[in-house]
């Protein structure tokens, strides 16, 4: 079996999601109340299965809800994450091929096809363009639609919601902020407002730990925002404890071998004395950072050509190569020149064993 491609929104994503009372908010506040008024979202149960191709776990997570309609019977919510940073036009039907599979495991397990609700997060810099029915994707002549599989999906493009309207318990508001605004510049400007909301969980039982995961996240995956603003914006939010707070959560990310976030910056004011012996926990948090900047690079480069290197990309252990990947992104004229790039690398270290 594959191994499956994680990236840093695939992660947050599922971190946040997975947490029954964020589950609920969100089902809650994102459907449209004609959905909602026909489920009961009091208990959602998460199915822990994924439906995605392999080959597209780089740019896409997804999330199965189980549900009761309002009348006591069955049904699915599923949620789609597409964390690519531009529309992607055949969404709908690659949404047709992961509810057949979930329908193929319902008619084996119960003997039954279930509604499923299907729901497409994106929160990529363009809004969302592309019409949410698979209809749109057939060319075919009036006389033959009839004949064709239609449907539509729902849609939460976080770019159309104002600040205001991205409602849910603290915890939601602020995934949904930093989702919404991880590939922006105006995260700049947004992270106090974002900070208030987390010095809001941090004081909550279990608050701190979610503090962690979504500045990991935001370490890793933001675009604009060095590590040195994101230290100083904690710091300003929690001026008794900004910064033992974030040696607390740094000694943590090392530890995990998670060392993802912060950088040189907050490696070096923070974990002076952390770093001795921890060098295979930096190795890794480096690898992590390079693959992040090299999805976004070949994003914003190729589209849709260049994500096809990803899961090749990332079985590449070596960080001299993916630092040489991420560098030669600029200059490279097509794919098939970074292929080159680290193909020939792998052929020089088969030569070598020989």
Request: net charge negative; with cysteine; proline share 5%.
């Amino acid at each position: 079996m594959m191994t499956q491609v994680t990236t840093p929104h695939d992660h947050f994503f599922r971190e946040t999601l997975a947490r029954p009372g964020a589950a609920r908010a969100f089902l809650q506040h994102y459907l449209p109340a004609k959905v909602t008024a026909v489920l009961d979202l009091s208990e959602p149960e998460m199915v822990q299965d994924s439906f995605v191709d392999a080959e597209l776990r780089s740019h896409q997570a997804d999330l199965l809800y189980q549900v009761r309609l309002q009348d006591g019977r069955d049904a699915y919510v599923y949620v789609l994450f597409e964390h690519k940073s531009i529309p992607d036009r055949w969404v709908a039907f690659q949404l047709l091929r992961y509810m057949v599979r979930i329908w193929e495991r319902n008619l084996r397990e119960r003997g039954k096809l279930w509604p499923i609700v299907p729901l497409v997060v994106y929160h990529g810099r363009d809004r969302w363009w592309v019409e949410p029915t698979l209809g749109e994707l057939i060319d075919a002549p009036a006389p033959l639609k009839a004949y064709m599989p239609d449907y539509g999906y729902l849609l939460c493009d976080l770019a159309a919601y104002t600040d205001e309207d991205l409602k849910g318990e603290v915890l939601l508001q602020a995934a949904m902020l930093a989702l919404k605004y991880v590939f922006r510049p105006e995260l700049r400007e947004r992270l106090p407002g974002l900070m208030d909301l987390l010095r809001e969980l941090a004081e909550r039982e279990t608050g701190l730990e979610y503090v962690e995961t979504l500045l990991r996240y935001l370490a890793q995956a933001a675009i604009y925002v060095e590590a040195e603003e994101l230290r100083e914006a904690v710091e300003a939010a929690f001026p008794q404890e900004g910064e033992a707070l974030m040696s607390t959560i740094a000694q943590r990310w090392v530890e995990q071998g998670l060392q993802q976030g912060l950088q040189q910056g907050l490696q070096q004011g923070l974990q002076q004395g952390l770093q001795q012996g921890k060098r295979e926990g930096r190795q890794e948090g480096v690898r992590e950072g390079l693959l992040a900047g090299i999805e976004v690079g070949l994003e914003i480069k190729f589209g849709e050509a260049g994500l096809r290197l990803l899961p090749e990309i990332y079985k590449i252990e070596d960080v001299s190569v993916l630092r040489a990947v991420q560098q030669a992104i600029r200059a490279a004229a097509t794919p098939d020149d970074l292929r080159v790039l680290y193909r020939s690398g792998d052929e020089a270290d088969a030569q070598g064993a020989a």
